[in-house]
């Protein structure tokens, strides 16, 4: 079955607003084993609106499209939409009351601002389509099935489109489908996508059933296993031997066979599981790290200490770095980082410290040192290693590679630590 998506909004071509909807909607189509070709992004136009939902529906089983569901006279895509499938609009007394109830909640909670009549636009729908209700939001989405073809229209705020796509759309296009799908995701840190895709050539070159595809992700691979199968018990087990061989192929550098586990969830639970209190000191990161770490619910458990230092005064102050060595080797060396990563610890009576310091750009950087270079520290049971790295690409680029490479680094540590202990 064939998907198609269409992102509805001026502020897109603008690029007043990036288009996340489409990666994320993207993403579950192939979880579901939907075949998108074609991906537009098109203006609150009303001709081209019609020009480009006309083609979508013409070569694709299922349009979905986000964004132009509000009460503004821009806000065209139900209208659009509705015509060119030749449904008439009528007004929804469900809609209606939803809508009613939304504005008196607002207006009470708001008594400075009112609610215009405009919102009741909101409350037409077309004639016989499938209503989903909206539980963050007042444009409620739509299903309109025509002559084979499936039109899907979700509102444009992430925060609307994904709870009603996952609650009401998902449900309903699994039902839709001849055969179960079920995927499973393996995630790898520690080794780039070209060495990951020649590793499992042999797995890629002759498959069918299930199939494995490789997505580069910022720092990480992650492979996704998909197997089709009468039920989805059928699928996992067609699917286990996979995940297997990849676990004897890759081995600790697979941080997780689950897709909505994160690298620096891992991370933390391998603090969790070892008892370990954590701390950062970072520099060219300017406490990225640290940002991704708190980000995990539980992290005050295993963090304690994030240390920016930024300057070299700094440095000497908070981390106990040499004056010799910032004279000699340089902010951006080996033994800075090393001594960062030391100072970090004692400094924070932690068990580990992970330290960073390198040259984001664009400039400072020289021959011997060009931007990009950035070194790392970590110092765990009084011993302490050191890793020199070159990435490429703008500054805000390297910094993110930068970040996701140490978190990489940090879950390496602990694992080489406990296998010490041991």
Do not use: W
Request: include cysteine; proline fraction near 4%.
């Amino acid at each position: 079955m064939i998907a198609e998506l269409v992102s509805v909004g001026t502020e897109i071509l603008l690029g007043n607003i990036v288009n996340t909807n489409s990666a994320y909607l993207s993403e579950q189509c192939a979880g579901l084993g939907l075949s998108v070709y074609y991906q537009t992004v098109v203006g609150d136009n009303e001709k081209r609106m019609e020009a480009v939902i006309s083609t979508a529906l013409e070569r694709s089983d299922v349009v979905i499209l986000t964004g132009g569901l509000g009460p503004t006279e821009d806000d065209l895509t139900k209208e659009v939409t509705s015509s060119v499938m030749g449904f008439p609009l009528v007004e929804d007394a469900h809609s209606k009351e939803r809508l009613e109830f939304y504005m008196k909640q607002y207006e009470k909670n708001n008594p400075q601002r009112r609610i215009t009549a405009n919102n009741y636009k909101q409350a037409m729908v077309p004639e016989g389509a499938l209503v989903l209700d909206n539980h963050n939001g007042t444009a409620p989405g739509l299903i309109m099935e025509k002559n084979g073809k499936t039109a899907i229209l979700l509102p444009g705020p992430p925060n609307e489109m994904k709870p009603m796509f996952e609650e009401e759309v998902y449900p309903f296009l699994r039902k839709k489908l001849p055969e179960t799908i079920y995927s499973q995701v393996v995630k790898i840190c520690g080794i780039g996508e070209s060495q990951v895709a020649e590793d499992i050539q042999d797995l890629i070159k002759d498959q069918t059933n299930p199939t494995i595809a490789p997505y580069a992700k910022v720092g990480e691979v992650h492979l996704r296993i998909t197997a089709k199968g009468e039920n989805e018990k059928e699928c996992k087990k067609m699917i286990k031997p996979i995940v297997r061989e990849l676990k004897n192929r890759f081995g600790k550098n697979i941080f997780a066979t689950d897709a909505e586990k994160s690298l620096e969830e891992a991370v933390v639970d391998m603090l969790k599981d070892q008892q370990l209190v954590l701390s950062l000191a970072e520099s060219c990161t300017g406490g990225a790290i640290a940002s991704r770490i708190v980000n995990v619910p539980g992290a005050s458990e295993v963090f304690s200490h994030g240390y920016v230092t930024y300057s070299n005064r700094a440095k000497r102050k908070c981390l106990g770095v040499k004056k010799s060595t910032l004279k000699t080797e340089g902010p951006v060396s080996a033994k800075c980082a090393k001594e960062m990563a030391k100072g970090g610890r004692i400094s924070a009576a932690s068990d580990i410290c992970l330290s960073i310091t390198g040259l984001a750009g664009p400039d400072g950087g020289t021959k011997e040192t060009p931007v990009g270079t950035v070194f790392m520290g970590c110092c765990y049971n009084d011993k302490i290693i050191t890793r020199e790295y070159h990435f490429t690409g703008n500054r805000a680029k390297i910094r993110s590679q930068a970040t996701a490479h140490a978190l990489a680094l940090l879950r390496e540590c602990i694992m080489e630590g406990i296998t010490r202990n041991d």
